[in-house]
């Protein structure tokens, strides 16, 4: 309850009131709040303090308003820690999560100048493409481009692409993947991403490139994912440098 003689201010107090509801699902995703006047009449609070406390909500991507209808509860992000070399299946479990996966297509193409020099074979030589959609209880959550050299993965099937390429290769050749390098734009989702991931085109998405290498410095492969910015967000913890 919203304490008066607190030194916390009123809004605050609302907007944790609100969090809460929203966090024990007293108040579910797609569903809308109470008004400004209930929420006025049930603290007895000025209509000012709440409609703070809700525009703050809704700049922090806990609520969304819909013109002319009401403010209604957002889906809520699921963050991801920079730090580590973890896969989509880890991430999702860790947070109670079944993750998926759909194959759109599984094919041997030639590595292009980019990717040839990304994965440091010949421009030209076989590689394994894999273009997928990852979903966590059963919501699309990212639209993923997986490439990786055919000599380091000779039996890999699209069967074995619905589960973890990661663990698959660590697994059956013993390989160790040992480093990261992940770059993240922001951008919008065009007609293609759209329809895997289930927005509007034109949607906010965040672009993520990873090149993982294995312990013997090989470069194992290259992921370029869209994440829907609306489901993810990414969470870096940072040290003053002495």
Not at 166 to 180: A, E, L, R, S
Not at 216 to 221: E, F, Y
Request: charge should be negative; avoid cysteine; glycine fraction near 4%.
């Amino acid at each position: 309850m919203i304490q008066k003689n607190s030194l916390s201010p009123l809004y605050y107090q609302l907007e944790e009131e609100i969090k809460e509801a929203i966090q024990k699902l007293e108040l579910t995703p797609g569903e809308m709040i109470p008004s400004e006047k209930e929420y006025t009449e049930k603290y007895e609070i000025s209509r000012m303090t709440v409609r703070q406390a809700i525009s703050n909500l809704v700049n922090d991507g806990y609520l969304y308003r819909q013109r002319g209808k009401g403010t209604f509860v957002a889906q809520q992000k699921l963050e991801q820690p920079l730090q580590g070399l973890t896969n989509f299946s880890e991430d999702m479990i860790s947070r109670g999560f079944e993750p998926s996966t759909r194959v759109i297509s599984f094919n041997e193409v030639k590595a292009d100048d980019d990717l040839a020099a990304k994965l440091e074979v010949e421009a030209g030589n076989p590689i394994f493409e894999l273009i997928r959609v990852r979903l966590a209880d059963q919501l699309p959550m990212a639209y993923e481009r997986l490439y990786i050299p055919k000599d380091l993965a000779q039996d890999l099937t699209e069967e074995i692409a619905l589960t973890s390429i990661q663990d698959y290769v660590q697994n059956t050749f013993g390989f160790k993947i040992q480093h990261g390098r992940q770059v993240i734009e922001a951008s919008i989702a065009q007609k293609n991403e759209a329809e895997m991931l289930e927005v509007i085109e034109g949607s906010p998405v965040l672009l993520i490139e990873r090149r993982s290498t294995l312990d013997s410095n090989i470069p194992l492969g290259v992921v370029r994912s869209v994440y829907r910015a609306d489901r993810y967000k990414f969470r870096i913890n940072l040290e003053r440098l002495s």
